[in-house]
């Protein structure tokens, strides 16, 4: 008779892996690029996974909120390339305000500036 523990030391328990892990960062980037679920299959075929569409829509369903967190994370780097969020938000603020007032301080010195400025408020 074998023990559990016997057992256990002698054999790794049989996971199911799905194929397409391997291929989870670009079903992820192509789904974010607004591709159909049949041209990440195309891809996928041409990469020797035979997979339906079916199988694909509820791997990419189950993982939504990477996909989720992905969306912003790309937002995020398109509005700050350097991916900083906070600075991002910092700069913006500071920005606009730091604009009105350099504007303000170079109408004072500028004919032109000041006239313009006058017509946009």
Do not use: C, G, W
């Not at 989720?68 to 780097?77: A, V």
């Not at 109408?107 to 000041?114: C, I, V």
């Amino acid at each position: 008779m074998q023990t559990l523990d016997d057992f256990l030391k002698k054999n790794e328990p049989l996971k199911r892996v799905s194929k397409l892990l391997k291929f989870e960062q670009e079903i992820l980037q192509l789904h974010l690029k607004d591709f159909k679920i049949e041209q990440i299959q195309e891809f996928l075929k041409k990469n020797d996974v035979d997979i339906s569409t079916r199988r694909i829509y509820e791997f990419i369903k189950k993982n939504k909120n990477q996909i989720n967190s992905s969306k912003k994370s790309t937002l995020l780097q398109i509005q700050d390339p350097t991916n900083n969020s906070k600075k991002q938000k910092n700069t913006k603020d500071k920005s606009l305000n730091q604009i009105k007032n350099e504007l303000n301080e170079k109408a004072e010195t500028s004919k032109p500036l000041k006239s313009f400025l006058t017509k946009l408020h």
